[in-house]
Each structure stands twice: as C-alpha cells, then as structure tokens.
C-alpha cells in the first residue's frame, strides 16, 4: 500500500487475539494423536528414536503455529484520512487488498457475537462496509470492537 498525496495513516486495526487463541487450541489438539502415538509405543522404540520423533513432531508444530501467526497477524485494517485499506493475506506470499474511499461508504454493518460481546475477551466480529452501489468492497473478520470502528469510521465521515 502506498500513500497518496496528503495521506496520513489514522489508525490500523489487527485482529482479536481470541478467535486466534482458538485457532491454536485446535492445531494442538491435532497435533495430540501424534504425541499419544509416540507415548504408547514408546517402549518399542529406543530413548533416542523416541527423542527424535517427539523432536520431529514439535518442529512440525512449532513451524505451522509460526505459519498461522504470520498469516493471522499480517492481516490489518489501515484507515487513513481518505480512504480504508484492509489487507487480507492468504497465504505468506499471497495477499489481497481491498479499499474503498471514506467518502463514498454509504454503510457500515458491524455483527458481534451477542451477550458475549459485553466481555473484552469476546469483543469481536465482522466489518462490513458498503459503497453506493451497495458493493461490499472492505469485510473485516475477527475485528476488535466492531461498533468502535463503526463508530470511528463515521466520525471520520463527518469531518
């Protein structure tokens, strides 16, 4: 993303840490029947093939979580003085990037995960952000405070 000309950047949004958190918990328990795996049969393998294949295990883990981080926190919503930016990363090498000018949105649709949304820890949801012709050109998943962008975003409108 480059800027223009008298662009300053506002504010940048990164996911919630929660749906991230859960994320993780089920990579790990993937992971669970590998390690189970090497712990039933290892009275079968000697202390040194058992080291190994626990060591090959967490490398594969360690590198899939660095993966998932990479990807998860790269991702960001950028709002500057004239336009939002949301870059959304496939995969490490692979990244999409939508925008739509802060003039021309016509509606910011937030939708939070109900009576939970109360608790910081579940303050997340989606940003949706419409154009004129009722195009979604910005949806923000897993989004901090969505109502608190929203909220943003229109105060930014008025100015």
Known sequence: MELREGE?????YHHHPTPFLWMLIKVAVSFAPFYLFIYLFHDSMSDKGAFIANLIF????ALVVLYLVFIYWLDRLIVTNQRIVFKDYKFLT???ESQ?????????IT??????AYFRAFDYGIVR???AASKSTVIFDNAPNPEGIRQYIFQLRKR
């Open 111 to 116: 939708r939070e995960k109900g009576i939970l």
């Open 100 to 108: 739509t000018f802060i003039r021309d949105i016509q509606d910011i």
């Open 129 to 131: 952000m419409e154009t």
């Open 8 to 12: 300053k950047i506002l504010k940048i």
């Open 94 to 96: 692979v990244s999409e």
């Open 58 to 61: 967490f490398v594969i883990l």
